[in-house]
């Protein structure tokens, strides 16, 4: 894999797929700008080298083309500021305007295309989409490792039309971190999996049964796992349906000698909202009308313990609906105790994307882990063993 740094840019028009998918709120300022950080590096060494960037992204999920609510011309200044130089905007990232701004790009100028959701060929792989998109530049970096598990036309099918094929940084990097924890982790390694479904994380979950020492699960899937030992759980989240194959996991790992941590207690609501009233309630035992929101101060405890004795450490999933600040403290202790566990015993530790990484950024701790996947799905597939269309087209 030809990857950034062994590349010279001089006098390319490189195309560039990035992650530009980032929260805005009700005036399209951006809330969270992790995911434009991480590709700065990637950016600034193609311009450093005589090369122009082509930035091509998504953001959201339109449903019928072109909508203000998702266009990427909301992020020009944002990005103009953090590159110091005026980014051109094209308001389609096909056609004639495309072509003719990214005919005039000179070296180290940047410009950013429209999102490239408002076309449904590109999200369908459509070989068509993918070769006028391919036409604008001269080589096709792939730095979005959280679309790599898409064989969208920009992630993975613009690789058949362009020869020369880069990894950037951010897609260097999740590779390698990844490949860290999956084939040279130091022992103990404990693996946190948080989250409402079992369904969602069940091949995770297996895959790590043969790689891990300590399972941490928190999250609402441990619902369904209460249910799965004759627990009562009111009104919590839970998958009924899922009870055989809870029970199954728990089999398993006691067969290949797996720690596995599960809540000793719950935080408990009457209803689902931060003012909700609340009780602690010891696992298995909440009473009806109440609901599961995070865990409580023993878990708390057993949970920082297990984390504070490990050398790897993989998670993925808050403990509880950390986005009310009443039930948020079981997330946020774990997120204490990672970055502890990081910064005192030397263990190397990996945030899997998702809500498990604007869980360690809300909480300003982003810089004080080993890692910060910007991928949370395409990690998860990753660590799950599956082949990523974004990642074996750089490989082709």
């Not at 990005?79 to 110091?84: E, N, T």
């Not at 990214?102 to 408002?118: H, K």
């Not at 994380?201 to 399972?215: A, H, P, R, T, Y």
């Amino acid at each position: 894999m030809q990857t950034v740094a062994n590349f010279n840019f001089a006098g390319k028009k490189a195309l560039v797929r990035v992650d530009f998918n980032v929260p805005l709120n009700e005036r399209y300022e951006i809330t969270d700008d992790t995911r434009i950080k991480a590709t700065i590096p990637t950016i600034q060494k193609i311009l450093k080298d005589g090369g122009s960037v082509i930035l091509m992204s998504h953001l959201g999920r339109p449903k019928d083309g072109p909508t203000e609510k998702y266009s990427l011309k909301h992020l020009v200044t944002p990005l103009s500021i953090v590159f110091g130089i005026k980014v051109k905007f094209a308001p389609d990232c096909i056609g004639e305007e495309a072509a003719q701004l990214a005919s005039e790009l000179q070296a180290g100028e940047i410009l950013l295309l429209e999102n490239l959701r408002f076309y449904k060929e590109e999200e369908k792989g459509d070989e068509e989409f993918a070769k006028k998109l391919a036409s604008l530049g001269n080589v096709w970096v792939n730095d979005a490792f959280g679309t790599a598990h898409r064989a969208h036309a920009s992630t993975a099918v613009m690789g058949k039309f362009l020869q020369d094929r880069v990894s950037g940084y951010v897609m260097q990097a999740e590779i390698d971190n990844a490949k860290k924890i999956l084939e040279f982790a130091d022992r103990p390694f404990t693996a946190i999996m948080g989250g409402s479904k079992i369904s969602d994380k069940i091949l995770i979950i297996e895959q790590l049964l043969d790689k891990v020492d300590n399972l941490i699960i928190g999250g609402g899937m441990t619902y369904t796992f209460s249910l799965a030992e004759g627990g009562k759980i009111g009104k919590s989240i839970s998958e009924p349906d899922k009870v055989d194959l809870a029970k199954s996991l728990l089999e398993k790992a006691k067969a290949k000698g797996v720690n596995l941590y599960m809540p000793v207690d719950n935080v408990v609501a009457d209803d689902f909202s931060n003012s909700a009233n609340r009780q602690t309630v010891n696992r298995g035992e909440i009473p009806d009308g109440w609901e599961g929101l995070d865990i409580g101060p023993k878990t708390i405890e057993l949970f920082q313990k297990v984390v504070s004795e490990s050398k790897t450490i993989l998670w993925n999933g808050p403990m509880g609906v950390f986005e009310f600040p009443n039930f948020a403290k079981g997330t946020n202790a774990i997120a204490d105790a990672v970055v502890k566990a990081t910064e005192e015993n030397g263990a190397f530790s990996l945030i899997g994307g998702g809500d498990s990484a604007a869980a360690i950024n809300n909480a300003g701790y982003g810089d004080r882990v080993s890692y910060v996947s910007t991928g949370g799905g395409a990690l998860l597939e990753y660590m799950e063993g599956k082949v990523l269309p974004g990642v074996a087209a750089l490989e082709a």
